[in-house]
């Protein structure tokens, strides 16, 4: 009777350690921490969201470049006790212009002006965020090759395309899912 006391206490123990450290069954982790992990893995994520439907815990994920790769990553972070509900953003085009100025916040969270949006532009200028899940592409002899935030810079002509909510401030606020740099 004395071991079974000990052990449950030892458990118990090791719970409150783990809650107080911040550490729990890799399914019951918040959205934001989950996503940010998948993020630091590669893996091209917009939004999580843990819900449960008949006693089951399902985790949605919203992102782009969802095969087989980005599937067994988010398999291994999430456990296996969470159903996986995985969908393919889709892109839509939504400026193509100038950069007329670039700012950092004090997150390290870049931010974009773009101005003299083209013809088929649904802005003529914009505050575009580049954010973790932002793809920057340089459209060279129809390939695309990627590179990192600090390839932008002030007069690059720049096409967005966007995967998310527009906020419909004037002017206009997105989050990039991909800025593809047109000229140099």
């Given at each position: ?11 118990a123990?090791?719970?409150v350690i783990?809650i ?14 989950l996503a ?10 917009i ?17 782009f470049g969802?095969?087989q790769?980005?599937?067994n ?5 999430s456990?296996?006790?969470?159903l ?13 212009g ?8 004090n997150?390290?969270q ?15 200028s914009?505050y575009?965020s580049?954010?973790?899940?932002t ?10 090759l990627?590179?990192?935030a ?10 967005v ?24």
């Open positions: 009777m004395k071991i079974k006391y000990g052990i449950g206490c030892l458990a123990m090791l719970l783990a107080i450290a911040g550490c729990s069954r890799p399914g019951e982790r918040a959205g934001d921490n940010q992990e998948l993020i630091d893995q590669g893996v091209n994520i939004s999580t969201a843990v819900m449960e439907r008949d006693g089951q815990k399902i985790l949605a994920i919203t992102g969802m095969d790769t980005a599937i990553k988010i398999r291994e972070a456990g296996d006790d969470l996986l509900e995985i969908q393919e953003a889709e892109e839509v085009f939504f400026i193509e100038i950069i007329g100025k670039i700012e950092t916040g997150d390290g870049v931010i974009l002006w773009v101005e003299e949006g083209s013809g088929q532009s649904q802005a003529e914009a575009v580049v954010v973790g899940y793809r920057i592409l340089f459209k060279k002899d129809s390939i695309n990627a590179y990192q600090n390839a932008l810079k002030e007069g690059q002509r720049i096409r395309l966007n995967a998310g909510v527009v906020l419909t401030s004037l002017p206009p606020q997105i989050s990039a899912s991909t800025i593809i740099i047109l000229d140099d």
